[in-house]
């Protein structure tokens, strides 16, 4: 090594400090990434999924309504109605349990609460 160029220690020094920098910026980026799945699995959703017969006297438990929640118990309700013809299907938003625009059937409604509770 005594008859290398001054030039290719240099060279080998940056290139250290080059490599240095990227596999920081790469440790940095990763755990970035590493935290923000931590706070998006921390976050839990409600689910449940409710089949009933909206029409009497015609099939059987066919349509059903998907509810999902978060943990301030808002977030969306799809109810698919479905009969012999043609099949239906409604998504309401949901805020704090409750549909603020929407008329909530029966149904729904109880979907909403078994849902909250579990």
Not at 54 to 75: A, K, Y
Request: with cysteine.
């Amino acid at each position: 090594m005594e008859n290398m160029p001054i030039i290719i220690y240099i060279l080998v020094f940056i290139n250290s400090i080059w490599l240095f920098l990227i596999s920081k910026a790469l440790y940095q980026k990763n755990k970035l990434n590493q935290n923000s799945k931590v706070i998006s699995t921390d976050s839990r959703c409600k689910i449940n999924v409710t089949r009933f017969n909206p029409f009497e006297n015609v099939g059987g438990n066919q349509s059903f309504i998907l509810t999902i929640l978060d943990q301030n118990n808002s977030g969306v309700i799809l109810t698919s109605l479905h009969n012999r013809d043609l099949t239906r299907v409604y998504a309401k938003p949901i805020k704090n349990g409750q549909s603020e625009n929407n008329t909530l059937s029966k149904e729904e409604k109880l979907a909403i609460v078994n849902t909250i509770k579990g």
